[in-house]
């Protein structure tokens, strides 16, 4: 008989749900998530899923979260993507009270213990955690200072991409500047940049480095937000050549922006994750980016793959970007190294990989 689990999750997002739709492959599935949008990706919808799913923002999402909170023993499991909100921390209580295995996961995390009541309340669902997923160093680092068992710690590849999104091979010359033709960009090498105009991101200090940059190269920055002219504005007012400000592109489209690229900069001031750069190295670029990002401090090997900079350093990514781009055989070794490393990368491998885990639990637990 197919177990039966609940998922709690924040919100819907494509990489979510099609973890979602894999695990619903061996399980029977009660997904609920808290809200129907997110500010990242405020338009998407779910289409055609197989997942059974409930959003808590309205009334009746709410009535079958309740009913399932005190109703707990008809589920095998718990998936809990989420114990840092209300919502979160209320199934985890059910779970610990009703004695039901709960499975909670971490895309990515920096330890913050500012908040002392927060981390005690971490502190004492996490160590009661039936299986911890993590996305890897960052992710276990954690779960351990909350109090896990490092052997409850599981750990997958962290996603958005399916197998068709990575490249076999990198790209060659002649193809990258078919591609710019194509697309109508100038045949100069690329420097791209992708994510919401917010000071997160830290775009104003890839403006900044741009004045210590070759003029031979162009800028594209591909997103929306609300800085988007205070950023035309310095580019106007520097006199800042070769930038173009791209609105936000569907998948198919911003794939073929990195591919006709050679290298991707992310310069992020905090992103406790940052999948464009799984997606940056699936299309075979060399990567840029800063020591407050979990997928670069995952994925990226100083001199290998790309290079890891300090936050707010202008003059360093300015270096590392005129040093890729000068040296074509150090930026071919990196673009080649990128597209090996994320092979695997894919969302069905990550639903596989939480399968595999939760039914080993289960054979251990003799459940």
């Not at 039966?4 to 999750?9: C, H, I, P, S």
């Not at 998936?79 to 909100?85: E, H």
């Not at 350093?313 to 990128?338: F, W, Y």
């Amino acid at each position: 008989m197919r177990k039966k689990g609940l998922v709690f999750a924040e919100f819907p997002s494509p990489y979510r749900v099609k973890v979602m739709e894999e695990l619903a492959k061996e399980y029977n599935l009660t997904v609920f998530f808290n809200s129907e949008n997110e500010e990242r990706n405020p338009n998407y919808v779910i289409k055609n899923s197989t997942i059974n799913y409930y959003l808590l923002d309205n009334n009746n999402g709410k009535k079958e979260f309740i009913k399932c909170c005190k109703k707990l023993n008809y589920f095998d499991f718990v998936l809990n993507y989420n114990i840092g909100i209300f919502n979160g921390v209320r199934i985890m209580w059910a779970c610990i009270v009703n004695n039901v295995p709960c499975f909670v996961n971490s895309d990515g995390q920096f330890i913050n213990n500012k908040n002392i009541l927060k981390s005690l309340i971490k502190k004492f669902l996490i160590s009661r955690a039936a299986l911890c997923f993590g996305s890897g160093e960052s992710s276990k680092r954690y779960f351990l200072t909350y109090g896990a068992k490092e052997e409850n710690i599981r750990c997958h590849h962290f996603t958005s991409l399916e197998d068709e999104d990575i490249l076999k091979g990198i790209l060659s010359e002649d193809e990258k500047i078919n591609l710019k033709k194509q697309m109508n960009l100038i045949n100069k090498k690329i420097v791209l940049t992708v994510g919401r105009f917010i000071p997160s991101k830290g775009f104003d200090v890839l403006l900044e480095a741009w004045k210590h940059v070759k003029r031979d190269y162009q800028l594209l920055i591909i997103g929306g937000g609300s800085l988007e002219q205070s950023y035309m504005d310095y580019i106007n007012e520097n006199k800042l050549e070769n930038i173009k400000i791209i609105d936000y592109k569907p998948k198919k489209d911003l794939f073929n922006y990195y591919k006709a690229s050679d290298l991707f900069v992310l310069p992020t001031r905090w992103d406790v994750w940052g999948l464009v750069i799984n997606e940056a190295m699936a299309c075979g670029l060399p990567i840029v980016t800063t020591n407050m990002c979990i997928a670069g401090l995952e994925l990226i090997e100083n001199g290998v793959n790309g290079y890891i900079i300090p936050v707010d350093d202008q003059e360093a990514l300015a270096n590392k970007i005129n040093m890729i781009l000068q040296n074509g055989e150090l930026a071919k070794a990196m673009s080649i190294n990128n597209v090996n490393k994320i092979q695997g990368y894919t969302m069905a491998n990550m639903g596989k990989k939480n399968i595999k885990d939760i039914n080993d639990y289960f054979l251990i637990n003799k459940g």
